[in-house]
Structures are given as structure tokens and as C-alpha cells.
């Protein structure tokens, strides 16, 4: 028998009556009709169960529809963003990244009607960002389309999401690294680049304490003691996850973090600069922070003869190696800052290989065992 309900409803205006039902097929609760009195309600819930019962579904009102343009939806999507940043609730630079999505979408989307819009036309969309970028590049548009057409339900734009069943594309997972020799050739090759006086501190905060981008781009001097006995200490701080560490800077680390001090002061005064505009580590010679220094990486790479390495490769340079040299997937978890073990989980196959000196003792036992 259908499942149909009478809802006892108080308002200012008085006792009112919901009948309400749930869909045979979808086991989804829907609002039939509402009556001012309990009598019309029982009627009516009786003729509805009866027709449920006999296969069929009733005929309800049409939704309220407001027919937006995709552009539309996305400022009133981006002005929400803004609204949780100034909350707290939405950290600066990912809104930012949102925001960059959404205009790239919006330039091609915007000024389409929501409800014109098809699954197979952003299906389109997404597998060319695919093609011509990354998988990784592309889910991240897919998920901001996704964001837009979920409040265009909402702000009844659209009555069916068409974008709820579009998946995600697989996304390669790297596991790219660097070997000692390796490292050693790149931080080399950036002598040749505009970048030789602060590249080789970047590339070893990668390589050596598994700094991503954004804890580079964000330290400060006042984060590092050069100064703590024979090692020295690093802060670091990762918004992503809101991970923080100290750990002993290492001693090429180290080096090259002087070095690079050193080169600011000798500059700043030579052009008798004595304000700085920040106290960022990674910046101008005024202090200005710099935002980015891909086209240095990249340089970087090409004097080093290096292909399809990212930056972000750095990291698993830094917890492959630190296996290799005798650590465990929780110390590579500790260290890297990573939230949860999974993540540390692809480096697996190498954790064994730090055992490497007892096999070789075994080796050397079982050819001194044979000749004898």
C-alpha cells in the first residue's frame, strides 16, 4: 500500500492540513495538497493512496521558474564566496582559484540561459580543458560548473541539474621523483638562469623539507632561526590544511637560505634601499613578495635537460628519498605535513628499500657459504 500522510500544520491564520505522499519509485517525500480542514484532507489522502496504488502519479503544480543566464548564477555564486571569506569560513586564495575557474567557464557559458545549457555540451567543455591541459585542471572547472548549477537549482534557474551525473575524470597519480645525483644537477644547471641567486633555496625547500609552493611563497625570515645550535629551525605553514612544522633546517638548505640573504643585502645596498615592503624570504629587492616563479622553475629545468617534472614533484623527491634513506611512511607522513596516511600510502614500494644494506650483507653470506 502507498505511504501517504496527513501533516497537522499550525498558523497564524489558523490549523491547516498537508497531505503528503512518497514516490513509489524514488522513496522521495512530496507535498501533494494542503486543506483547512481534517475531513477534505482524509478524502483527498484517500483518493491519492488509491492512486498511487494503481501504478499512476498525481499531477502537481508546475515549479517557479526564473529564467537566469549562466553569468548571472555565477555572481550571485561568487558573491556567497566573498560573504564566506569575509567570515572565515573561505581562505583567500582558494576563492581566488574559484574565481578563476568560474570566469574561464563564464567566458564561454555566460551569457547562455541555464536551462539551454546540456549535459553533452559541458561534457564537451571539460574533456577539451582535458586535452588541451590536464585531467587535474579539468575536474577543477568541472566542479566549479557543478557549484553553479547547483545553486541554479536553487535560485530556480534550472530544473534539473544536468551536471550531477557528469564524473570526474581519472586523474594520473605521479610519483615522480628526483635521485640525489639528479637534484644535485638541477640545483647546478640554475647558475646559467636569472634566477641562480634564490632557485637553488626554492628547489631545496622542496627537495629537502617537502615545501609546496605555497609554504615557499609564504615564509618569512623572521620562520627560520639560522641560529639554533649547529642545525638551525624552519616554520613552515600549510593552508591547504592548516598543517604547521618545525623541523632542523638542513645543512644545503641552509646554505643556500644564506646565500640568498646575503645577495639581498649586498643589492639593497647598492641601491640604498633601507624600507622593505615585506619580510617574505622569496621576493623582490624591495621586498615585494613575488607570486610566482614558475618561468624560473621552468628555466631551470630546460638548463638541466629535465622533462615533464612539476614542482610538486619536489615533494616526492623529498619523501621517496627520505625512505630510501631509512625512514618509514609515518616519519614521511610527520615530516611532509600530509593530513592523512593515504596519502602517504604511494610511496609503499619504497619502503622496503632502506633495507637495501642487510640484503647486501646476505648476499655477501650466501657467496661466502657457496665457495666454502
Given at each position: 500500500?502507498?505511504?501517504?500522510?496527513?501533516?497537522?500544520?499550525?498558523?497564524?491564520?489558523?490549523?491547516?492540513?498537508?497531505?503528503?505522499?512518497?514516490?513509489?519509485?524514488?522513496?522521495?517525500?512530496?507535498?501533494?495538497?494542503?486543506?483547512?480542514?481534517?475531513?477534505?484532507?482524509?478524502?483527498?489522502?484517500?483518493?491519492?493512496?488509491?492512486?498511487?496504488?494503481?501504478?499512476?502519479?498525481?499531477?502537481?503544480?508546475?515549479?517557479?521558474?526564473?529564467?537566469?543566464?549562466?553569468?548571472?548564477?555565477?555572481?550571485?555564486?561568487?558573491?556567497?564566496?566573498?560573504?564566506?571569506?569575509?567570515?572565515?569560513?573561505?581562505?583567500?586564495?582558494t576563492m581566488y582559484d574559484y574565481i578563476i575557474?568560474?570566469?574561464?567557464?563564464?567566458?564561454?557559458?555566460?551569457?547562455?540561459?541555464?536551462?539551454?545549457?546540456?549535459?553533452?555540451?559541458?561534457?564537451?567543455?571539460?574533456?577539451?580543458?582535458?586535452?588541451?591541459?590536464?585531467?587535474?585542471?579539468?575536474?577543477?572547472?568541472?566542479?566549479?560548473?557543478?557549484?553553479?548549477?547547483?545553486?541554479?537549482?536553487?535560485?530556480?534557474?534550472?530544473?534539473?541539474?544536468?551536471?550531477?551525473?557528469?564524473?570526474?575524470?581519472?586523474?594520473?597519480?605521479?610519483?615522480?621523483?628526483?635521485?640525489?645525483?639528479?637534484?644535485?644537477?638541477?640545483?647546478?644547471?640554475?647558475?646559467?638562469?636569472?634566477?641562480?641567486?634564490?632557485?637553488?633555496?626554492?628547489?631545496y625547500l622542496g627537495a629537502e623539507h617537502g615545501?609546496?609552493?605555497?609554504?615557499?611563497?609564504?615564509?618569512?625570515?623572521?620562520?627560520?632561526?639560522?641560529?639554533?645550535?649547529?642545525?638551525?629551525?624552519?616554520?613552515?605553514?600549510?593552508?591547504?590544511?592548516?598543517?604547521?612544522?618545525?623541523?632542523?633546517?638542513?645543512?644545503?638548505?641552509?646554505?643556500?637560505?644564506?646565500?640568498?640573504?646575503?645577495?639581498?643585502?649586498?643589492?639593497?645596498?647598492?641601491?640604498?634601499?633601507?624600507?622593505?615592503?615585506?619580510?617574505?624570504?622569496?621576493?623582490?629587492?624591495?621586498?615585494?613578495?613575488?607570486?610566482?616563479?614558475?618561468?624560473?622553475?621552468?628555466?631551470?629545468?630546460?638548463?638541466?635537460?629535465?622533462?615533464?617534472?612539476?614542482?610538486?614533484?619536489?615533494?616526492?623527491?623529498?619523501?621517496?628519498?627520505?625512505?630510501?634513506?631509512?625512514?618509514?611512511?609515518?616519519?614521511?607522513?610527520?615530516?611532509?605535513?600530509?593530513?592523512?596516511?593515504?596519502?602517504?600510502?604511494?610511496?609503499?614500494?619504497?619502503?622496503?628499500?632502506?633495507?637495501?644494506?642487510?640484503?647486501?650483507?646476505?648476499?655477501?653470506?650466501?657467496?661466502?657459504?657457496?665457495?666454502?
Amino acid at each position: 500500500m502507498a505511504t501517504v500522510v496527513i501533516q497537522k500544520r499550525k498558523r497564524k491564520s489558523g490549523i491547516k492540513y498537508a497531505v503528503r505522499y512518497k514516490d513509489p519509485l524514488t522513496r522521495k517525500s512530496n507535498h501533494y495538497k494542503t486543506f483547512l480542514r481534517m475531513k477534505d484532507a482524509q478524502n483527498a489522502a484517500n483518493n491519492l493512496r488509491a492512486l498511487l496504488d494503481s501504478g499512476k502519479l498525481p499531477k502537481t503544480r508546475e515549479k517557479r521558474f526564473t529564467p537566469l543566464r549562466f553569468r548571472e548564477v555565477a555572481s550571485k555564486l561568487e558573491s556567497q564566496w566573498q560573504t564566506k571569506k569575509n567570515r572565515g569560513a573561505l581562505k583567500a586564495k582558494t576563492m581566488y582559484d574559484y574565481i578563476i575557474w568560474l570566469n574561464q567557464l563564464s567566458t564561454v557559458l555566460g551569457n547562455r540561459l541555464m536551462c539551454e545549457i546540456k549535459k553533452d555540451e559541458v561534457e564537451e567543455l571539460i574533456y577539451g580543458i582535458a586535452d588541451s591541459s590536464s585531467n587535474v585542471n579539468a575536474n577543477k572547472h568541472l566542479s566549479t560548473v557543478k557549484k553553479v548549477f547547483k545553486l541554479g537549482i536553487k535560485e530556480h534557474a534550472i530544473l534539473e541539474d544536468v551536471t550531477a551525473e557528469i564524473v570526474s575524470l581519472k586523474e594520473p597519480e605521479r610519483n615522480t621523483f628526483l635521485f640525489p645525483h639528479e637534484l644535485d644537477n638541477l640545483v647546478k644547471a640554475t647558475c646559467i638562469t636569472r634566477a641562480k641567486f634564490y632557485m637553488p633555496a626554492i628547489i631545496y625547500l622542496g627537495a629537502e623539507h617537502g615545501a609546496s609552493k605555497q609554504e615557499i611563497l609564504s615564509l618569512e625570515w623572521r620562520d627560520i632561526q639560522f641560529e639554533n645550535g649547529d642545525d638551525g629551525l624552519i616554520r613552515l605553514f600549510r593552508t591547504k590544511n592548516e598543517k604547521e612544522r618545525t623541523e632542523c633546517i638542513m645543512p644545503r638548505t641552509k646554505s643556500a637560505l644564506l646565500e640568498w640573504k646575503r645577495h639581498l643585502k649586498y643589492k639593497r645596498h647598492r641601491q640604498k634601499i633601507t624600507v622593505m615592503k615585506s619580510d617574505h624570504v622569496v621576493c623582490r629587492v624591495d621586498g615585494t613578495p613575488i607570486k610566482c616563479f614558475n618561468r624560473a622553475w621552468w628555466a631551470a629545468l630546460r638548463a638541466a635537460g629535465i622533462k615533464d617534472f612539476h614542482f610538486h614533484d619536489l615533494r616526492h623527491t623529498f619523501c621517496s628519498n627520505l625512505l630510501m634513506a631509512g625512514g618509514d611512511l609515518k616519519d614521511a607522513k610527520e615530516m611532509i605535513g600530509h593530513s592523512d596516511i593515504a596519502m602517504t600510502d604511494r610511496y609503499s614500494h619504497l619502503s622496503g628499500l632502506h633495507k637495501r644494506n642487510l640484503q647486501k650483507q646476505l648476499s655477501k653470506y650466501y657467496e661466502n657459504g657457496h665457495s666454502s
